[in-house]
Every structure is written in structure tokens, then in C-alpha cells.
């Protein structure tokens, strides 16, 4: 099991290249599935979500190759219809997979997905939405086994809440389904208007992503494509906190401000000075930082409950009072217990954080217990005084790419152990 052991106290300075998104490349590698013919994706990042996609992919008897960021995905035409538990609990996203197998062969037989703890986290959207486009679903004991007895239909789906992985798990449903599909209250993030792209590139024919309604006209088939995937803002907000707390001068390449206007103006809140210029950011943080009034997470194009966490660990040496508001998961202030052991002043009532400012952070022995909580951990570890050691390290690489590299080009002093 590695740890990271970061050194507090340099500020971060240079530039960092933004890495693809997480949460496209996945749902576009599901979509490879639906394919005849291969598809080429550039600018996938190296992380183990991606690893796991891939296994899937080659378990269901699809090639892939990769070189450098890009990866060639050569379905096979054979129909696997299971995938493994073991593959399934690796992350969230396995569950995407459900919709294109569902399409790709009439049926589907699989067990529950993992992903990051963040409180109860059910796929009830996603299998209504399936059920209602013509699929069977026996539940039991934690599998689940699809038939679809033909071409799946399309339909009108109400979601009660815009749920970003059942808006993707219908899109990719949907594409080959006879007749069109309507997703009412359709999440509107970004990566489901990537995976829309991606999919039009191969034929399909999809309106609306990026809107409260998609309406996908079902075609017979559609091929591959070749796409790029789009930045990653997750990481970028969390490479903007590392260089805000630390005082640092960063400059993000290769992001997309556009897709960050719910984010970008905390960090102008807190203090800092941003300019803009094409597909670059450039941030210059003044330490002490101000707090924030008020950060409440929302489905896009609202705060993204995704950089929840690294904007918390921020706010704990800011001159003041910061509140959050979680609405998105019941359960995502783990890593505020963690950076409380390295003397962060946080007080947690349910869905409400208070993060009162303090004057320093100590090193301390702490345990990454999900993905963007991790990336909290490391964002304060590099403003604390003296040594912190990180485990739980696979969270965060699930989803930011060799960060003790990237930071470690940028000034700060983060070894993988
Ligand atoms: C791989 C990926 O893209 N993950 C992202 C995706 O997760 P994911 O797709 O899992 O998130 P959803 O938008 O589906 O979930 C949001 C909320 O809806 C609830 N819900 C969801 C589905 C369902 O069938 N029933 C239900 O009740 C969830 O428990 C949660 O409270 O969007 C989240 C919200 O932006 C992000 O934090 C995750 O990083
Ligand atoms: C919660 C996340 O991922 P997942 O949905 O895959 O658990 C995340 O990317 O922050």
C-alpha cells in the first residue's frame, strides 16, 4: 500500500497541463461498446477508473490499445453480456456499462457498483429509466439480471433528480433503441454533453445535452469515432486550491474556464487574482485568504459536490468563517475529520460544514477516505507546518494522474512512497 508523504510550506508555482475528465472518458468507453467499428480517444488520463473500464471493455471482448493519452477501442462483435463482481465494485462507473450492454445484446447480467463512499448512493433512476425503455430487471441478492427480448423502445423518462451517471446510462440505452427518447430533468454537466459529442461523431442522433431535455432519436447502429476528451475541472479546481492556500503563481493549461463558472469566482472571493486567456488560467493567491460566504454544492451548472472537498481544505487557514451546504450525497464530510487532526477548526450539523479559519496547520498521520477528500488531504498537507503522511492513497488514484509528479514539477514536496 503506498502513502504520500507531503512536506508543508512552498508555495506551488509553474504550470500544470490539465488531465482529461474522469467522469467523460468512462461513459465514452462504455459507449465504445455500442460501436461497429473501433474508436480512437486522445487525451485519456492515465488513472486506475480508467484501468478498470479498460478490464471491462477486454473482458467483453473488445481490443484496446494505448499509447500515450490515446486509446483504441476495437469492439468485438461476439456478445459478452456479464461483467464480473469484482470489476463492478472497482468504481461507480461500471454501472454505465449496463445501458450499452443492455443495447449491444439484449441482456445484461451484473452485480452492484462501487464507486466512492459518499452516503447511500442507489441506481433505482437508472433501472426505472431501463425499465421503461423495455428492459426486464430481476433483482436479486445484488445482481441483476437484464432482458430486453429485442430492439430496446424508446420512451419519455421523468427523473425525479438529474442524475449525471442515469442520464448516461439512458443516452447510451437510448441510441439504438426503436423510436425517440425524451430524459426530462436531464443532468446538464458537462461530461454528458462530451458523451453526447462523442456519440453524435458516431451516428447517433441526440438534441438538447446540455439542456433540461435530450431527445435521442434511436438509429439501427452506429459506428466508432475518433474524440478528445474534454479537461478535467474537477482536477483543475483542485490544482487552483493547491496553488491558493499555498500563495503559489500556477498557470492551467489545456481547461476549459467556460465549464468552471461556478468555481472560479470562490477563488476570486477568497482573494486571489485569476486572469483568463483561451484554454489557460492563471491564479495568484494571497495568503492569508478571505473566507467564503457561502458554498453550496448543485447539480451543474450550480458548484460541483465533486470540489467540495478541496475548496474546505482552503477555507481551514482562511481569516474567517466558511459555510458549506452539501445537497448532492448524505455522507461526504469524511476528510473534514481528517483535516481537523492536522488542527482545522470545522464543525459538521448534517448536510451543514462551518470552517472557521486558523492561523496554521500542522503535518499529521491521515487517511484518504474517498477520492476528492484525498485531494483535500494533499491541498492542505502542502500549507502545513512540517510532515504529512497520506494513506489511502488509491482513492486519489482513481482520479488525478501521477499528482505527486505534477505537484512535485510545480515546487511542492510530495514523495510516493
Ligand atoms: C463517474 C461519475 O461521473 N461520477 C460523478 C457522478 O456520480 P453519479 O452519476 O453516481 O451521481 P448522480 O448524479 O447519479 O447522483 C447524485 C444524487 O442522486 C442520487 N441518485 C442517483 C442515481 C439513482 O439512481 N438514485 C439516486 O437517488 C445519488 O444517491 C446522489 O445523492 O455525478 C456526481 C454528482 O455530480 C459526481 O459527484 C460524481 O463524481
Ligand atoms: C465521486 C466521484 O467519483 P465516483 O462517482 O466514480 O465515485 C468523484 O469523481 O469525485
Known amino acids: 500500500m503506498s502513502r504520500l508523504i507531503v512536506e508543508g510550506g512552498t508555495p506551488i508555482q509553474g504550470e500544470i497541463w490539465v488531465q482529461g475528465a474522469k467522469n467523460s472518458v468512462l461513459p465514452i468507453l462504455a459507449a465504445t461498446l455500442l460501436c461497429e467499428g473501433p474508436s480512437v480517444l486522445h487525451n485519456c488520463p492515465r488513472l486506475s477508473d480508467v484501468d478498470a473500464a479498460v478490464q471491462i471493455l477486454e473482458y467483453l471482448g473488445c481490443q484496446v490499445k494505448r499509447a500515450g493519452d490515446t486509446l483504441t477501442v476495437l469492439p468485438d462483435t461476439a456478445c459478452r453480456y456479464d461483467i464480473p463482481d469484482d470489476l463492478m465494485r472497482e468504481m461507480r462507473s461500471s454501472i454505465v456499462f449496463l445501458g ?125 469515432a475518433e474524440h478528445h476528451v474534454i479537461p478535467d475541472r474537477i482536477a483543475a479546481a483542485t490544482y487552483l486550491s493547491c496553488a491558493a492556500i499555498t500563495g503559489g503563481d500556477l498557470t492551467l493549461r489545456g481547461c476549459s474556464p467556460d465549464q468552471m463558472k461556478s468555481v472560479l469566482p470562490l477563488f476570486e472571493e477568497a482573494g486571489c487574482r485569476l486572469d483568463y486567456e483561451g484554454e489557460n488560467i492563471h491564479i495568484w493567491g494571497t495568503v492569508p485568504l478571505k473566507p467564503l460566504k457561502l458554498v453550496r454544492t448543485m447539480p451543474y451548472p450550480g458548484f460541483p459536490t465533486d470540489a467540495q472537498a478541496p475548496l474546505m481544505a482552503m477555507t481551514t487557514l482562511a481569516k474567517g468563517a466558511t459555510i458549506f451546504v452539501e445537497n448532492i450525497f448524505e455522507n461526504r464530510y469524511k476528510h473534514a475529520y481528517e483535516l481537523m487532526r492536522m488542527g482545522a477548526d470545522i464543525k459538521i450539523e448534517g448536510r451543514v460544514a462551518v470552517v472557521e479559519g486558523v492561523d496554521a496547520l500542522h503535518g499529521a498521520q491521515v487517511c484518504a477516505t474517498d477520492l476528492r477528500g484525498g485531494a483535500a488531504l494533499i491541498t492542505a498537507a502542502l500549507a502545513a507546518q512540517g510532515e504529512t503522511v497520506i494513506t489511502g492513497v488509491h482513492h486519489i488514484d482513481r482520479g488525478y494522474e501521477t499528482i505527486e509528479k505534477i505537484l512535485t514539477a510545480v515546487g511542492a514536496r510530495v514523495k510516493r512512497e
Open 100 to 224: 450499452a450492454i443492455i443495447a449491444r445484446c439484449q441482456k445484461a447480467a451484473i452485480s452492484y457498483p462501487g464507486g466512492c463512499e459518499l452516503g447511500p448512493r442507489p441506481i433505482d433512476l437508472h433501472l426505472q429509466a431501463l425499465r421503461k425503455l423495455g428492459t426486464e430487471i430481476v433483482e436479486e441478492h445484488g445482481f441483476l439480471d437484464c432482458q430486453s427480448h429485442g430492439r430496446l423502445r424508446g420512451a419519455k423518462i421523468v427523473l425525479s433528480f438529474p442524475s449525471v451517471g442515469a442520464t448516461e446510462n439512458i443516452m447510451l440505452a437510448a441510441c439504438t433503441a426503436k423510436g425517440t427518447t425524451e430524459i426530462i430533468n436531464a443532468a446538464r454537466e458537462p461530461e454528458i454533453v462530451d458523451l453526447a459529442d462523442f456519440l453524435t461523431k458516431c451516428g447517433a442522433k441526440i438534441k438538447g445535452a446540455g439542456e433540461g431535455t435530450i431527445e435521442i432519436t434511436g438509429v439501427e447502429e452506429i459506428h466508432g
